[in-house]
């Protein structure tokens, strides 16, 4: 379609780097098969990070891995800006010179 899209993560892995470099390798390629990345990116970002740890964990099992990732997603479509995230990682966004809060991150203390 004529829709610019533009996509960009970072990955912090936890007990090694395995589960970092696999999301890093995959998240992505998820988003863009989902059915439902052009209709509703976020769905298709909240699922295929779904999809992606089921991955990892089949793979971690079978190879007996043991490493987890936090993570952080940002998909641009049009003017529109998807922020997903995983674990306690976080997002900032300046605009004007202004912090504009785009999420409230993952801590162990929040429900």
């Not at 890093?24 to 990345?37: C, D, K, P, Q, S």
């Not at 997603?73 to 674990?87: F, R, T």
Request: proline share 3%.
């Amino acid at each position: 379609d004529d829709i610019d899209r533009a996509y960009f993560a970072v990955f912090d892995g936890h007990g090694g780097v395995d589960a970092a470099n696999y999301s890093a390798t995959h998240l992505h390629v998820n988003v863009g098969l989902h059915e439902e990345i052009v209709k509703n990116p976020a769905e298709a970002l909240k699922c295929s990070f779904l999809k992606t740890d089921e991955m990892f964990l089949f793979k971690a099992k079978r190879e007996k891995l043991r490493s987890g990732t936090t993570g952080v997603s940002a998909l641009i479509v049009g003017n529109k800006l998807h922020i997903a995230w995983l674990g306690d990682s976080q997002v900032m966004l300046v605009q004007q010179g202004k912090a504009v809060t785009l999420m409230e991150p993952h801590k162990p203390e929040r429900e």
